[in-house]
């Protein structure tokens, strides 16, 4: 049967190839990929806030060990964790205090803030050692809407969120506290997980609950759009349930809702901004979410997810952040189910690669994006 779409719909008019089956499991495509996307753009390393003032943390980049660096001031820099004398480790907790400058444990050579080599301790430098020369290596850092991004490239890209940079300017993000936080180990490659996220043919089966809370997700796609008789002139409906403003366990808001909202913002009662390949960001009524991915291997992904309040919001009587984050905690481990199975399912030596529906046109153009990102360089 053919399938009758509107030249404007975003519905596949093919059904094209996945990637191969070897890209989510192979230990050389993974190396590639580290090299050649997650050490070239921007990676969520944390929120601003969350950093106390004279402490540095270790934080992971594209496998390499990095330290984010607060000094009293409030500056944050981000660094390779390794001294230039010997190439000793400088951080060595998840989180310890910095103090005025930042010193190496073994031989006690000393670094400003800003990364310049203050002190070689007991060492005497010949007149062939250049002092300014010696500093820490240094790692690009942005700062946006409270989220820190780093990137190890020489030259970073631009910071580009799917919904360009002003898509969360009607939420006051930089004062949101963090209120919840979920860490988790998935055993699956890190694209299957964003896979996942760009469709919702899975949705019927898997999420009966968000179903239940976003009508249309119950048919098998996100938006009016993807309905295979959908026109232009098509109403788009409401998104939310009947009485739901926001994704809790009954639909109602934890706390007072955002003002600065627009009448979109709030008729979505979600809205999603995505940034490639680190993490996404869901922008509520009355709260905010973000979901960041850190590749450990080529099949084991950790899932770290945050929710974010208004202190007003925390400071609610008997309020339970744990208690709103469960809604959106349980479709999470169902996607990890799910993902995990499908990576489980790759290593059939039978399977080669997949074909894609025409309602997973999110997923091809991911695959695009990461065939761009990987170049022209051989892969494995």
Not at 228 to 257: F, I
Not at 359 to 377: A, K, P
């Amino acid at each position: 049967m053919s399938l009758h779409r509107h030249p404007d719909s975003p519905l596949l008019d093919h059904c094209p190839e996945t990637l191969p089956a070897r890209a989510y499991y192979d230990e050389a495509w993974f190396q590639h990929e580290q090299r050649a996307i997650w050490s070239r753009n921007w990676v969520n390393v944390g929120r601003t806030s969350d950093l106390p003032k004279g402490t540095m943390r270790r934080v992971q980049v594209a496998g390499q060990n990095l330290i984010l660096c607060k000094d009293r001031d409030g500056q944050v820099t981000a660094f390779h964790n390794t001294c230039r004398h010997r190439g000793a480790e400088l951080c060595t907790h998840e989180e310890q205090p910095m103090g005025k400058l930042i010193t190496c444990k073994y031989h006690n050579w000393s670094y400003a803030s800003d990364g310049r080599l203050v002190s070689t301790a007991h060492a005497t430098p010949t007149q062939d050692f250049d002092k300014s020369s010696n500093g820490l290596f240094r790692v690009a850092l942005q700062e946006w809407n409270g989220f820190l991004f780093g990137c190890l490239a020489d030259e970073p890209p631009p910071l580009a969120p799917d919904m360009g940079m002003a898509a969360l300017d009607h939420w006051p993000m930089a004062n949101l506290v963090t209120g919840h936080r979920l860490v988790k180990d998935m055993g699956c490659n890190w694209k299957i997980f964003w896979e996942n996220y760009n469709e919702c043919l899975h949705c019927p089966g898997v999420h009966p609950e968000l179903c239940d809370m976003v009508p249309i997700y119950s048919k098998g796609i996100m938006s009016s759009r993807e309905a295979t008789d959908w026109t232009p002139e098509t109403p788009r409906g409401q998104v939310l349930k009947d009485g739901a403003v926001t994704w809790t366990a009954d639909g109602n808001a934890c706390g007072p809702e955002f003002p600065g909202l627009s009448a979109d913002e709030r008729a979505n009662g979600f809205n999603f901004v995505t940034l490639y390949p680190t993490m996404f960001i869901v922008g509520h009524v009355d709260y905010v979410r973000s979901v960041t991915l850190t590749p450990l291997g080529p099949e084991k992904t950790r899932l770290t997810a945050e929710w974010y309040f208004p202190q007003e919001t925390l400071n609610q009587p008997d309020f339970s952040a744990e208690d709103v984050a469960a809604f959106a905690v349980m479709v999470m481990m169902q996607d990890a189910e799910v993902c995990e199975l499908n990576q489980r399912g790759l290593k059939s030596s039978k399977y080669q690669s997949g074909r894609l529906m025409p309602q997973e046109f999110d997923i091809h153009n991911f695959h695009q994006w990461v065939m761009r990102q990987l170049g022209e360089e051989a892969l494995p």
